[in-house]
């Protein structure tokens, strides 16, 4: 007789992951917990043509309905409804859209953990006052009814108990999933041969919070070797204009996003260095791949970022300070500073650790 608890995981596009962080955390505890427990997970039947019924033992449920914006509302709401009928603990990823539904926990009796990220998303430049107000709203009741809060930095850990009132427990997210890529591999050698030089490398979504702006003019200035900018450059005006206004500058290499793990981490991995340029994340994944990558890390400076990295990175505020970084960087200390953030990521930020610590989490709860 199978007496596993069943666990349903609520509030991501889905896996096998495609999108973002909280779907890749999704990925990860799908495989790393199916032997303990019952796992299923909500998917966004959109972003998978193919609809496989399992991943990695977790059973799959697919809703016909977009998982962000507008209709996420609705997608969090009809999700969470299902998984009250059946399931024993439900994992709520990001309820900043659905948030206030979360006490609909008690007409069904269940335990209820609520994944808030890694920030004051209710603070975002991107947000309407609307939106704002709809974000905060959200976090206020998950944080309130949930039977554990998860934060995923001590910083906003500090900020769920000063504004909510609310305890949590900080999880931080894995990045050991990538590989380091062969700079001969045949698959990629051909299409970025610039991989052969020295070159620094970023990754973002053209928003305006991740100051991609900023990389780009300290390049324009900058010259000792190019940067490559990865970016979904056509989901915002912002992203346009930049790409292009500087699509045709010799020392910038625009890619358009890579959804392929591999090409992206061939690009990544062999960077000289790595530009982290997120002002508003908790622990970014996108920062805590390119450690496990070993790359040399150039980071924005908020204390979330400087958290991850345990200072132990560079830092720059504008694009004058990221010259004066890049200028005054040594090949003996990028090679220290690669070791140093490998150092950090094999002890953080491993899934099995990360995953264990979620087990620990559903056992306390249920």
């Not at 609520?10 to 096998?16: A, E, K, N, R, S």
């Not at 920030?119 to 609307?130: A, G, Y």
């Not at 997210?173 to 970025?192: L, N």
């Amino acid at each position: 007789m199978n007496n596993r608890k069943k666990i349903h995981i609520v509030g991501t596009h889905g896996v096998p992951a495609k999108y973002g962080g909280f779907e890749t955390l999704a990925d990860f505890l799908c495989q790393n917990l199916n032997e303990d427990y019952e796992i299923t997970v909500y998917c966004n039947a959109h972003k998978y043509p193919v609809k496989e019924k399992y991943y990695f033992g977790a059973k799959l449920k697919y809703l016909k309905l977009e998982a962000n914006g507008f209709k996420g509302i609705f997608y969090d709401l009809i999700t969470y409804v299902q998984a009250l009928f059946s399931a024993d603990v439900i994992l709520y990823l990001s309820p900043v859209g659905s948030g206030f539904m979360t006490p609909l926990k008690y007409l069904f009796n269940k335990k209820v953990i609520v994944n808030h990220g890694g920030l004051n998303e209710w603070e975002r430049e991107k947000l309407s006052p609307i939106q704002k107000i709809w974000a905060k709203f959200n976090h206020r009741v998950a944080a309130k009814f949930a039977d554990i809060n998860i934060a995923d930095n001590f910083l906003y850990q500090k900020s769920l108990k000063d504004i909510f009132n609310a305890d949590s427990k900080v999880i931080r997210y894995g990045g050991d999933h990538v590989t380091k890529i062969d700079v001969e591999d045949y698959r990629f050698a051909e299409k970025y041969s610039f991989v052969k030089n020295k070159y620094a490398v970023s990754v973002s979504r053209a928003q305006l919070d991740n100051n991609i702006h900023i990389v780009l003019e300290a390049f324009e200035d900058f010259e000792e070797y190019k940067i490559v900018l990865i970016s979904n450059w056509g989901i915002s005006k912002y992203g346009l204009e930049l790409k292009d206004k500087y699509k045709n500058h010799p020392n910038m290499i625009l890619l358009d996003a890579i959804y392929d793990k591999d090409e992206l981490d061939y690009i990544r991995g062999n960077a000289l260095l790595y530009i982290h340029s997120h002002s508003r994340c908790g622990t970014a994944p996108s920062l805590v791949e390119a450690m496990c990558l070993e790359n040399s890390i150039i980071s924005f400076d908020v204390p979330t970022n400087r958290e991850t990295t345990k200072n132990e990175a560079y830092y720059f505020s504008n694009s004058s300070s990221l010259i004066d970084v890049l200028s005054m960087l040594s090949s003996t200390e990028i090679k220290s500073n690669k070791v140093n953030m490998m150092n950090i990521a094999v002890k953080e930020y491993s899934w099995k650790i990360i995953s264990r610590e979620y087990r620990e989490l559903i056992e306390v709860s249920s």
